[in-house]
């Protein structure tokens, strides 16, 4: 009887620690699939993203038609914007030529599925008239379907540009005009994705990011959006 009730007993016991044990050992299973998936994206980057970077920054502005062009107006398109001048003369930084390559290039990604749009914004509002804009727009072939040329109040500028995009620039007293050459990318929903704030980042990596862009529009939805998420958390960046 003895032998019976120790036998018992123990089968109780060991049905007992299965019970117990077995919730834990899934914790330990899960958690170590999470650490090989993380070490995944972290070491092989499966997929890549451009960085979330922060919101972009709302403007009203003046095109070359003497058109208001919003920030709204670029609502559900990916935008490449440029900070320039007419005047700009060497060593002044040219960026317009930048964006004038891309747009010519712009049939080597596949776009078709979501427009690109183009804007530069003008710092000098007293010499860039809508008329100056638009000889500007012409001499650089620009497409005036997805290109724009824009301007507003200094003070308006300063807050789009220093304050928005923090690209530095500053109107000297004795007239110059200093900042530093920039190209931003931002996507459909307003967050600024890419920014080429210092030198010529050349038409090649601007292309490479927005085709990036654009995969992830086409590719990050239903279950492989877990998956775009996961590379914006692991910072799969290029």
């Not at 620690?17 to 919730?23: D, G, M, Q, S, Y």
């Not at 997929?47 to 920030?71: E, H, K, S, W």
């Not at 001499?139 to 301007?151: K, Q, Y």
Request: aromatic letters at 10%; glycine letters at 8%; charged letters at 25%.
């Amino acid at each position: 009887m003895g032998e019976i009730i120790s036998d018992a007993l123990s089968s109780d016991g060991g049905e007992m620690a299965k019970a117990r044990f077995k919730p834990i050992w899934l914790v330990y299973i899960a958690l170590a699939l999470f650490l090989i998936i993380v070490a995944a994206f972290v070491i092989f980057r499966p997929i890549l993203v451009l960085p979330r970077i922060t919101l972009a920054p709302g403007y009203t502005l003046t095109d070359q038609d003497g058109q208001r062009l919003t920030n709204e107006d670029m609502r559900g398109k990916i935008v490449l914007y440029n900070i320039a001048h007419t005047n700009c003369q060497p060593p002044c930084g040219q960026t317009s030529r930048t964006m004038k390559e891309v747009q010519a290039r712009l049939d080597e990604i596949d776009s078709s599925a979501y427009p690109i749009e183009f804007v530069t914004i003008s710092l000098d509002p007293d010499n860039d008239t809508p008329k100056v804009l638009r000889a500007y727009a012409e001499s650089l072939e620009a497409d005036f379907d997805i290109w724009h040329f824009v301007t507003g109040p200094t003070d308006r500028l300063k807050m789009i540009v220093g304050g928005g995009f923090n690209v530095y620039f500053d109107h000297k007293a004795d007239g110059r005009l200093v900042y530093d050459p920039a190209l931003m990318l931002v996507d459909g929903i307003g967050i600024l994705r890419a920014e080429y704030i210092t030198g010529d980042p050349g038409a090649e990596r601007i292309l490479r990011d927005m085709q990036y862009l654009l995969d992830e529009i086409e590719n990050s939805e239903g279950a492989n959006k877990l998956a775009y998420e996961a590379a914006h958390l692991f910072l799969c960046y290029p």
